[in-house]
């Protein structure tokens, strides 16, 4: 069983920063693929990106490409989101996931992640 908890979520002006934690709680580690994914109101849970746990490889969503940036810390078992140049449209909750079957080959389907964290909000003012 792995507990997810996320962090850093706020208010924030169209073409700022934020930085989101995943903090996972538990006797293993994470030593498996992580994702961030974000749900707006009245649309789809999507991916935003995702870490492997090896060498890290990382995916990122067409709209994220060059603004955020996923990473890990496996000894402190968490996972950051670096957000940047942000834009209304990123207003979601963002969540994070892990896929414990998957050690190296991303996923991006959320039917795919396992365990997941109860999200954190992220408004981005025009």
Do not use: C, H, N
């Given at each position: 069983q792995v507990q997810l908890e996320e962090s850093g979520g706020g208010l924030v002006q169209a073409g700022g920063s934020l930085r989101l934690s995943c903090a996972a709680a538990g006797r293993t580690g994470i030593n498996y693929v992580?994702?961030?994914?974000?749900?707006?109101p009245?649309?789809?849970?999507?991916?935003?990106?995702?870490?492997?746990?090896?060498a890290?490889?990382?995916?990122?969503?067409?709209?994220?490409?060059g603004r955020f940036t996923i990473s890990r810390d496996n000894a402190k078992k968490t996972v950051?989101?670096?957000?940047n140049s942000l834009k209304p449209e990123d207003t979601a909750v963002y969540y994070c996931a892990a896929d414990p079957a998957r050690r190296d080959t991303i996923r991006l389907e959320s039917t795919d992640y396992d365990y997941w964290g109860q999200g954190t909000q992220v408004t981005v003012a025009s």
């Open positions: 992580m994702g961030w994914f974000r749900q707006a009245g649309k789809e849970r999507e991916i935003v990106a995702a870490i492997s746990w090896s890290p490889s990382t995916f990122y969503a067409d709209s994220v490409k950051y989101l670096e957000m």
